[in-house]
């Protein structure tokens, strides 16, 4: 028995062995042959490919720079912007959002933030704070409604102011009347209005009818503005923006006054400024150090409020520079720096300067501070033998 199994073990072992899998791969081979089966296995197939390739070689994209940010949110203003700010189409989201502070956050006695009070001469008292504490004034001497038949022409954007054909000037008819007392004279414009409701509202509720105030043309509903002004008394200016030093980045908006743009550039621009409203006396400057030193430029502009009647007023940064149908320049800015206690400076000095002179000008902006100091202020100018006075009553005929 051992010799005849000895025999068939030597047989099995010149022949290949049977695979081991054969019969267990079987069912598999013949469901791979079925259409469905076969496409869902390629699929599978080509994704675990895929995924073995990243596996081993790592992923493609590694090599490429990649970059990161981290994205905040612009902290909001805390500050009243400065006069460039509020005029250039950059600032004017800013100052819109301006106004005055909740009552409910004023200090004791009524200053912001707690801090101190300023006392003026007549006794009364004044914050930094951008809230209004002077009393709203009724309407004073209420002008006539603009626009004034004969004085405006139809132009390409609007009515332009002209000289009637009576010889009436826009200068003279839109001007506050004026009668001296003999004592001497201070004159205030505040300007930078129409671009903040609140403090547009307050300098012409809370300053008296005498003070001039100045509107900015690009000022949304300004001939509503104006209106209202003249219905209180106050004779109005247009400002003007005009070339600063640091153009472009110091940009007063798209309407600016260029020193390089000659007289057909300063009548295109003139044309769409003056047409903005109506009712204004004259007109101010914006800014304007560098279009000052363009002889061509001042002249095309003299030349052409010559010709419609208007006077020009400037802060004093173009004094020497005559023209216009009336000139004046300012003798003081009396907020350069924004403080109470310094604006009030600014004030006592104009005063001395009228009593030296006889009368003395200053301008100032629209901060609430200037608004609410200049109502104080100008409360007590007729107990200091002072008498306040429309801008316009400081102008002057060239030659005269």
Request: hydrophobic fraction near 45%.
């Amino acid at each position: 028995m051992f010799a005849k199994r000895q025999s068939a073990l030597a047989a099995a072992a010149g022949a290949p062995p049977e695979p081991r899998s054969r019969v267990a791969m079987e069912p598999v081979l013949n469901a791979l042959k079925k259409p469905p089966v076969a496409a869902g296995a390629a699929g599978v197939f080509v994704i675990g490919a895929a995924a073995l390739f990243v596996a081993v070689l790592g992923d493609p994209r590694a090599g490429a720079p990649t970059a990161s940010a981290v994205l905040e949110r612009p902290v909001a203003a805390d500050t009243a912007p400065t006069g460039a700010e509020a005029f250039g189409f950059s600032g004017l989201d800013i100052y819109q959002d301006l106004g005055p502070i909740d009552p409910a956050l004023m200090g004791e006695g009524g200053a912001a933030g707690g801090e101190a009070l300023i006392t003026l001469p007549d006794g009364a008292s004044v914050a930094s704070g951008q809230g209004f504490s002077a009393p709203v004034r009724a309407p004073s001497n209420p002008l006539p409604k603009a626009p004034i038949a004969g004085l405006f022409q139809p132009g390409p954007n609007g009515p332009l102011p002209r000289i009637a054909v009576d010889g009436r000037v826009p200068a003279q008819a839109y001007a506050r009347p004026f009668r001296s007392n003999g004592k001497p004279m201070v004159a205030l414009v505040v300007g930078g209005l129409g671009l903040n409701s609140a403090t547009t509202r307050a300098a012409i509720e809370r300053l008296p009818a005498e003070v001039t105030l100045s509107f900015v043309p690009y000022a949304e509903g300004l001939q509503t503005w104006i209106d209202m002004a003249r219905a209180h008394g106050h004779e109005v200016m247009i400002e003007l923006p005009m070339e600063p030093t640091g153009y472009p980045e110091n940009d007063p908006g798209p309407y600016t006054l260029l020193s390089s743009g000659g007289a057909d550039d300063v009548a295109v621009k003139l044309d769409w400024l003056l047409a903005r409203a109506t009712g204004y006396f004259g007109v101010t400057n914006y800014l304007g150090d560098r279009f000052a030193t363009s002889d061509e430029g001042v002249s095309a502009l003299m030349t052409n409020l010559r010709q419609r009647g208007l006077a020009f007023l400037d802060d004093g940064s173009m004094r020497r520079r005559p023209g216009a149908f009336a000139r004046a320049s300012a003798d003081r800015v009396v907020d350069e720096e924004q403080t109470p206690a310094a604006i009030l400076r600014q004030f006592n000095a104009l005063e001395a300067a009228a009593k030296t002179n006889g009368a003395a000008l200053g301008t100032g902006f629209s901060y609430p501070v200037t608004v609410e100091a200049a109502a104080r202020w100008t409360a007590g100018l007729e107990a200091r033998g002072l008498q306040l006075a429309p801008a316009s009553a400081m102008t002057r005929r060239p030659g005269r």
